[in-house]
């Protein structure tokens, strides 16, 4: 029996909620798989504000950097509205991403087929639609520097951010969307703005070059971020890999996972750099946000949690077949027709987010 | 007879073949509607590097100003790639919105009645849709500086560019959101990433202190941008007026343009401030970009520029009753059942440019 050493990161709204559904599979496998968790579960966002003052202490950070992966729930509180920019509750994950250089942001957008009727897009758009957005993390306006609100001697105010990419930041991610676009449809679209962005120019110019040197046999190509906008919309199935900055990647990737009609159903892999020693530090969370006007109601979907663990299966412990088995059980619950209340989409019984998980760890 | 004065600058790809039409439209005006134009046309874009090395000339730029309002068609030619990041076309675009100060874009995303079906959205979900968004458009990260690509020592290089809002830039973007607002369906929605960016939250207050200075009659909410991508999916109907900075405003008008199933229909306007003398200065072209994939085809849909010429009646010449005409002459063109091959809807006949154009002129 091997061990592994996960930190468990609720978070707010419903993040603990669905993260109870994940600590069911997580026992059956450890019933069943010839795996051991030894996990740590600590508090991040608004929920780590209200006991330490902070949305994310150094223990943290450290007992993430140790921990073989990490599973994060989802943060941000309208309530600590009032802390400040510093300390709002979104800085934890911000700050997770950027301490353990997570800078590769994979996010799949596809459409279940028992719920291609859940789509507000017609079924014939986005039937079989399967995109993976990868998303630059650590970089971008999210973090350049200058940035901050300065008052002029007028009394004006700027407000003032920074979007930096330099050739290596580029050059990582691409090369994570070239290498996932080989085990996919071999086609990678990189999107920026370069008719109005230096930034993006150069962004272009990267991919372009690295795809020439090492990834001739991939199928590259160019979109402007507007135009991708509205391709995603038009005809959401001409992508396979979208690979784009920060900032865009925020923007694309939630409105390629609502294409879905399974936003509570779609999970998320943040990975870093391999280091010499083979170890590579990755986090795991849903799609969704943390909803807080259905936190505590019982009605949340755990699926997108759930997936994300076995993403993390997949990603960080080399165990496909684990996670094949339980995107199989999340495959069956919904053919059997169980919907939690998000799903728009017709089914035989609307439960929530307990029994819902119940019904995965019956499925495996 | 009054007599008018307008600029109009085909530019690139489609543009000169769908302003062709327009003409068509200007004469039957001046035939039976008691107004003159005095027109002078000029060369923008690609067009004009062609003949003047240079996107666009200040002669240019001064007959733009002098104009009583500016027809725009769309430029950007990928033939001019080669010529680098300043004399790219979209500069003149560019520079047109900078130099004439006009700041706000407004895009009306609307669903024509008879191409309801034309949507990759379920009609239920479109149907009768019509938002309007305002864009911040001479400001934020298009104009920051610094900017540029930068070589470090140690031969790494840097692209960077700087989002920059101030307050009072904010503050009339926001008054033209909410004065439109008033007339229509009373409602604005304010999107920013107020969550990552110190200048969305400067903006978000600035926006939340005009409104309740000056418009609490009117009902704001506000939106962070991602979040906004996916509702406009997932319900846009939800929707009244968005006002939104430069970026974001350039992805989702896109976005919203394409839940209409009828990109090459919908026109802009882009307003500057008002003088003292009551002037205002004001540019107006379709939404749509140069397509050259089609031009020279004679394929290309026109009725986005002939409509951008009825929002110029509307806006910049005070003839509301002649846009009315427009407007409801293209509604009866569709509802005939012509459809150039853009429109992703049934009708009776397929049909070219000349012909659209021919027409509404009929129509009317
Ligand atoms: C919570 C927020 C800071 C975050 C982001 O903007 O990256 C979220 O929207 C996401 O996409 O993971
Ligand atoms: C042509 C380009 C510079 C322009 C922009 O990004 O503003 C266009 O996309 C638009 O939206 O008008």
Not at 50 to 74: C, M, N, Q, W, Y
Not at 288 to 306: E, R
Request: net charge negative.
């Amino acid at each position: 029996t091997v061990t592994k050493k996960l930190l468990v990161l609720p978070g707010d709204g419903i993040g603990p909620e669905v993260m109870r559904e994940v600590a069911k599979v997580v026992s059956w496998m450890e019933r069943t798989r010839g795996i051991r968790f030894e996990i740590e579960e600590d508090l991040v966002g608004g929920a780590s504000l209200a006991v330490h003052g902070t949305p994310i202490r150094d223990e943290v950070i450290a007992k993430a950097r140790a921990a073989d992966a990490v599973l994060f729930g989802s943060v941000g509180d309208p309530r600590w509205a009032h802390v400040g920019f510093d300390r709002r509750p979104e800085v934890a994950i911000l700050k997770l991403r950027s301490e353990l250089e997570l800078f590769a942001n994979l996010r799949p957008a596809q459409v279940f087929e028992a719920l291609a009727d859940a789509s507000t897009l017609k079924p014939e758009v986005v039937a079989g639609l399967d995109i993976m957005i990868v998303r630059e993390t650590v970089g971008g306006i999210y973090f350049g520097e200058p940035r901050g609100i300065e008052t002029l001697a007028d009394g004006t105010r700027r407000g003032i951010n920074t979007e930096v990419y330099t050739t290596p930041e580029i050059e990582r991610v691409a090369r994570v969307a070239f290498e996932l676009a080989r085990k996919r449809g071999n086609r990678v679209c990189s999107v920026e703005k370069c008719n109005v962005m230096e930034s993006g120019l150069l962004w272009k110019e990267v991919v372009t070059d690295l795809h020439a040197r090492e990834y001739p046999d991939v199928t590259l190509s160019h979109m402007l971020a507007d135009n991708c906008a509205m391709q995603l919309v038009r005809n959401p199935r001409q992508f396979d890999v979208i690979v784009t900055g920060n900032l865009f990647g925020d923007l694309l990737s939630d409105l390629a996972s609502m294409l879905t009609g399974s936003l509570g159903m779609l999970p998320s892999a943040t990975l870093g750099p391999v280091a010499a020693d083979g170890r590579r530090a990755a986090l795991y969370e849903p799609i969704h946000g943390s909803a807080p006007d259905i936190a505590g109601t019982g009605q949340a979907n755990p699926l997108a949690q759930i997936l994300s663990f076995a993403m993390l299966l997949r990603y960080s412990l080399d165990r496909g077949d684990d996670a094949d088995l339980i995107e199989r059980a999340v495959a069956d619950v919904l053919a059997s027709g169980l919907r939690t209340p998000d799903i728009m989409s017709e089914g035989k019984a609307r439960v929530g987010t307990a029994t819902m998980g119940d019904a995965v760890v019956q499925a495996l």
